[in-house]
């Protein structure tokens, strides 16, 4: 794990892997990323995490396709969370529907969930979060820049239905509207893929 002191957090594959770590992930990336504020609000969200840190957490990643959301997933949640996602159940006549079950599953069963897709509008999220709610769970967004032609370029180099049509990714940008904490989200942050497969993630400001 690398820290930049009073700057942005960036973590590499093998610390999101690890299994020797005893605390929730998400609540030390939180610390961290708190933890270089005198902000009093700050500070008490800090408090808030560690005091909290064994309840239900639902993530939501919001980006285009091809931003990278689920390889996030992958390299950051995938042994702590489980996984919803549109993707896996293109065919049920009613996703929104659907979803809402999986997501209270989970919550039932006491398991912290990552909400993996593409997110964009305030009523597209709105429903997760009013279930998680319910569960006081703690709500973490987290968003990737809005950038369509990297988006493309990438989504170029999928295979098979993990590619998505051109269209898609631009109707996405069209709806696309900025998350704040005022839907819900007890923390936000934006998520920025760097080289060599890093990823660095920064408070988002709302």
């Known amino acids: ?13 093998y610390w999101t892997k690890s299994r020797s770590r005893s605390i929730h992930r998400s609540v030390l990336l939180k610390a961290c990323l708190y933890a270089t504020s005198s902000s009093s609000d700050i500070l008490a969200d ?4 560690f005091e909290g840190h064994h309840q239900l957490e639902l993530v939501v990643l919001m980006g285009l396709p091809g931003s990278g959301k689920t390889t996030f997933y992958r390299e950051r949640f995938a042994e ?10 293109p065919n049920n006549r009613n996703k ?3 979803q809402q079950s ?3 599953e989970a919550f039932q069963a006491g398991l912290s969930v990552v909400l993996d897709n593409t997110n964009p509008t305030v009523s597209d999220r709105a429903g997760a979060i009013t279930l998680a709610r319910t569960y006081s769970a703690f709500i973490t ?3 990737f820049p809005r950038d369509v032609a990297a988006s493309i370029e990438r989504n170029t180099r999928r295979q098979g239905k993990a590619r998505v049509p051109d269209v898609a990714i631009y109707t996405s940008a069209k709806r696309w509207q900025t998350p704040s904490r005022s839907e819900g989200f007890d923390a936000l942050f934006t998520v920025h893929l760097i080289p060599e497969g890093f990823f660095e993630l920064l408070p988002l400001e709302s």
């Not at 800090?46 to 995490?49: A, D, K, T």
């Not at 702590?80 to 159940?89: P, Q």
Request: hydrophobic content about 40%.
């Open 102 to 104: 999986l997501l209270e």
């Open 96 to 98: 929104a529907c659907r």
């Open 46 to 49: 800090l408090l808030s995490v």
């Open 1 to 13: 794990m690398q820290l930049t002191v009073g700057g942005p957090v960036t973590y590499r594959r």
């Open 141 to 143: 967004g987290y968003v």
């Open 80 to 89: 702590t969370h489980a996984h919803v996602s549109k993707d896996l159940f």
